[in-house]
T-cell receptor, first 115, second 110 residues
Framework: DAGVIQSPRHEVTEMGQEVTLRCKLISGHNSLFWYRQTMMRGLELLIY????????DSGMPEDRFSAKMPNASFSTLKIQPSEPRDSAVYFCASGGSGVLAGELFFGEGSRLTVL | GQQVMQIPQYQHVQEGEDFTTYCNSS?????IQWYKQRPGGHPVFLIQ?????EVKKQKRLTFQFGEAKKNSSLHITATQTTDVGTYFCAGPNYGQNFVFGPGTRLSVLP
């Protein structure tokens, strides 16, 4: 299994531009988490999907952020318009259910820099 | 909401010394997980503890879950340079939603 795959690995953009981060889950997993990591705030949960349905989006900073899960294996996190304070590493993690529940598998992250 | 705290924030040790990080939750946890993140890397799952008072070992790492299920610890015996990284504990918020502690960053001096 290839694990959780995120793209792009690095993104540098200018303030005001739209950013789209992508995540492919591990086959068979049904939970998807988007986390943001910064030195100041650590690992913050942005949104959590279960069976393609957003369960908790209370961590989404504001309306500029949106996340979708169009199918069971893929998700996108969009920031529009981006701001310098959005600079962070964005991690996607997937998890299973039943006997697979518990462990989260993280992707390698997307490092976003907004100038 | 639930809060998960960790101490210390940073720890510098000489190679061969022991290291311990502590995790405390504001609420009773059904289980707790530990993750390790190497510099520049992503969090990697280490272990999950479920039972009150549970102790689990992985080679030089010893994980403990408190009797009240509100605290946990990770102890590394005789640290090595490969132990460098940030260690996070994570507790369930609800469902499969996990809240991560701020982490303890370990540096090991050779």
């Amino acid at each position: 299994d290839a694990g959780v795959i995120q793209s792009p690995r690095h993104e540098v953009t200018e303030m005001g531009q739209e950013v789209t981060l992508r995540c492919k889950l591990i086959s068979g997993h049904n939970s998807l988490f988007w986390y943001r990591q910064t030195m100041m705030r650590g690992l913050e949960l942005l949104i959590y999907f279960n069976n393609n349905v957003p369960i908790d989006d209370s961590g989404m900073p504001e309306d500029r952020f949106s996340a979708k899960m169009p199918n069971a294996s893929f998700s996108t996190l969009k920031i529009q318009p981006s701001e310098p304070r959005d600079s962070a590493v964005y991690f996607c993690a997937s998890g299973g259910s039943g006997v697979l529940a518990g462990e989260l598998f993280f992707g390698e992250g997307s490092r976003l820099t907004v100038l | 909401g639930q809060q998960v705290m960790q101490i210390p924030q940073y720890q510098h040790v000489q190679e061969g010394e022991d290291f311990t990080t502590y995790c405390n939750s504001s609420t009773t946890l059904s289980n707790i997980q530990w993750y390790k993140q190497r510099p520049g890397g992503h969090p990697v799952f280490l272990i999950q503890l479920v039972k009150s008072g549970e102790v689990k070992k992985q080679k030089r790492l010893t994980f403990q879950f408190g009797e009240a299920k509100k605290n946990s610890s990770l102890h590394i015996t005789a640290t090595q340079t490969t132990d460098v990284g940030t260690y996070f504990c994570a507790g369930p918020n609800y469902g499969q939603n996990f809240v991560f502690g701020p982490g303890t960053r370990l540096s090991v001096l050779p």
